[in-house]
């Protein structure tokens, strides 16, 4: 908030207002005031409250450093807020509701503009969320026909090895059960699509959802990585690159969401 500094002690007032109307962010507030009279002399009153701080001062430092000297004229003029218009004594109050009246509106107009730019926001990322949906059931669609394949080739070698009686059979059994698991993706693709849901459902809330909407895609694009390790398959491996990418685009815009 940059004020002239008649009006300083208006900065609280100025500031419990924007913060009502926006919760992260940063907004600047300027305020100038013009004289309306139209000779830069008339109305110019001494402000004597500050003149009269000003001279206590000067001679609390003259006494207390036994500084020589008479005080003059020049000395007090080093100091900027010696004369005030006579409009800010008489209408202080009058101003306030000036300002106050102008800042509202502004801030009803900011307000509308965000919402206006929200309904388009809400579209884009609801489109960019879907995608994601269905860029994660073509995961799932590669992961379960490759969960098969393999497992028919475990299956093929189990049966080679325990006909030779390399190994135990039970043991082995457990030993190609947690492999598959390893290369299974089923709940890592889950719960990246309760992700998307709960992204999608937090954007219709009433209340400022821009750190959860973070959060949740942190969560996703913790859940892209762990498919990418787990999934050894190129297709696979493309489309987690295209998922992560589609979510740092999301990230951009949620950067603009209260």
Known sequence: VKLPKQIFHLE????????????????????????LNSDGVNGLQINDESVTSYLQLLKRLKKKYKLY??????????????????????????????????????????????????????RDLSERILQLDEKVNRIEQISLARHDEELEKLKQ??????KIGIVDETRLETEVAFLMNRID?????????????LFLSSMNSDEA?????NFLL????????????????ADISHLVVEIKEEIEKIREQVQNIE
Do not use: P
């Open 185 to 197: 993706v089923t709940e890592e693709c889950v719960r990246f699509k309760s992700h998307n849901k």
């Open 157 to 162: 070698r189990v049966a080679e090895i325990v």
């Open 209 to 213: 959802v821009g750190r959860k909407l």
């Open 12 to 35: 609280h007032e100025i500031k419990s207002m924007v913060k009502d109307f926006a919760m992260r962010g940063k907004i600047n507030v300027f305020v100038n005031l013009k004289s």
């Open 69 to 122: 000297g008479k005080l003059r004229l020049d000395h007090l003029l080093a100091f900027s807020d010696l004369f005030i218009y006579e409009e800010d004594i008489l209408f202080r109050d009058q101003i306030w509701e000036a300002i106050k009246e102008t800042l509202d509106r502004a801030l009803n107009n900011f307000t509308q503009m965000r919402k206006d730019e929200g309904v388009e926001l809400e």
């Open 218 to 233: 942190q969560e996703m694009t913790r859940e892209a990585n762990t498919i990418g390790s787990k999934a050894n398959h």
